[in-house]
């Protein structure tokens, strides 16, 4: 699986590129738009997905701490971040 977040973090109801490449395990590639990438882990929460991302730094150096964020569908079909922790 891969994210692509448009900003250089995640956050609250925020939109979230999910593709799903096939590869499994729970290992997955992060993009953020500030073209920072990490690596994160998921797994299926019935039809959500918790991505629990490590802490980071966006490109201008900021300090992200680290998060589970949980994956959920909008009314709309667009993928939608919610803080889990």
Known sequence: MR???PRSHAFPR???IV????????ECLVEFGDAVVV?????????????????YRT???NPVASR???????EEGVW?????S
């Open 3 to 5: 994210f692509a977040f």
């Open 19 to 26: 593709d799903d490449d096939g590869a499994g395990g729970p």
């Open 80 to 84: 939608r971040s919610h803080r889990v």
């Open 14 to 16: 925020g939109r979230v």
């Open 59 to 61: 490109a201008k150096g």
């Open 39 to 55: 690596i994160a882990a998921w797994h299926p929460v019935g039809d959500q997905i918790d991505l629990s991302l490590p802490a």
């Open 68 to 74: 589970t964020w949980r994956l959920v569908r909008d």
